[in-house]
């Protein structure tokens, strides 16, 4: 039985008002519970291609995806969107985790259940045990203030050292808690940024996050939309200089941005800023309060690779990212 509270998709109505008509064949690269697929086909789409490096999130879809013959479902990263589709019409990328990877304590994404250390979106590869455990203590540091901007990281990495094996969700929490000042009402739970941090890593979230963008400009058809909704700052700057460097824009200062706005662009901005969700939608979900969306459509010219480092992702040496 699924006990985990419904995914409420965020921005899928904007997404929708901005794209239509929606036509054609659509690739969503983070299906998760499935919900702006279903919205895609039920606004239009001829086709969608389902992917989710989760194998889990597919298996619990199987059901009504079974009954769909417009819906295809893959088990890939979306780093790999093209080795799937080609000549597409669309593609939406709504980047993190879903409410159903959250709410299970048996996946280890979350300091509000005890679980073992895990945080694995993929169920494969090294675990977020595995890196407190086997990473030399500068290395943990790295991670926590380059992937989860987190100040008191040299001492969150001792402590972890200090105390480490550790096995579950609540050891990590419970150390972190002890490293930070009490949080004021308000204020987010003094773990928030370990987590990210460590998610982000376990999953090479940057890396997927480049490499995904660079993969949807191979398969998009010319006049085909890219629709990206990111949740911090990082991931949608990383957004924003791609398609304002694939536009042939100054892609924010970069220095590597002279360089890239010489090509011919791939893409053309739908709108200059990134759109957030209006006031009903974040009372309706909290989750939609941080979320940004940026969308730019396929021109003809050749698709080509850039440095994810122009991107301005954080880059922790000796780790995959
Ligand atoms: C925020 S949820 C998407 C929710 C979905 N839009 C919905 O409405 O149900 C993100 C999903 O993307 C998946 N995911 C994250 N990074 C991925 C990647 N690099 N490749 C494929 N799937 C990824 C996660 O496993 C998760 O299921």
Known sequence: MDSSSPHIPVLIDAILETCAPIRGTWLDGTFGAGGYSRRLLDAGAAHVIGVDRDPLALELAAGWAGSEPRLSLVQARFSRLDEHASELDGVVLDLGVSSMQLDRAERGFSFMSDGPLDMRMSQDGPSAADLVNELDEGLIA????????????????????????????????????????????????????????????????????????????????????????????????????????????????????????????????????????????????????????????????????????????????????
């Open 142 to 321: 790295d991670i926590l203030f380059n992937y989860g901007e987190e100040r008191a990281s040299r001492r969150i990495a001792r402590a972890i050292v200090r105390d480490r094996p550790l096995s579950t969700t609540r050891q990590l929490s419970e150390i972190v808690g002890k490293c930070l000042p009490r949080p004021k009402p308000g204020q987010s739970h003094p773990a928030t940024r370990s987590f990210q941090a460590l998610r982000i890593a376990v999953n090479n979230e940057y890396g997927e996050l480049a490499e995904g963008l660079m993969a949807a400009e191979r398969a998009l058809a010319p006049g085909g939309q890219l629709a990206v909704v990111t949740f911090h700052s990082v991931e949608d700057r990383m957004v924003k200089r791609f398609m304002q460097a694939r536009a042939g824009q100054t892609g924010g200062g970069s220095r590597h941005a002279p360089e890239l706005t010489r090509e011919t662009p791939a893409f053309e901005l739908v709108f200059r800023k990134a759109i957030g969700a209006t006031p009903d939608e974040v009372a309706a979900n909290p989750r939609a309060r941080s979320a940004k969306l940026r969308v730019a459509r396929r021109t003809d010219a050749p698709a080509k690779p850039i440095d994810p480092k122009s991107l301005g992702m954080p880059v922790v040496k000796g780790i995959i990212t």
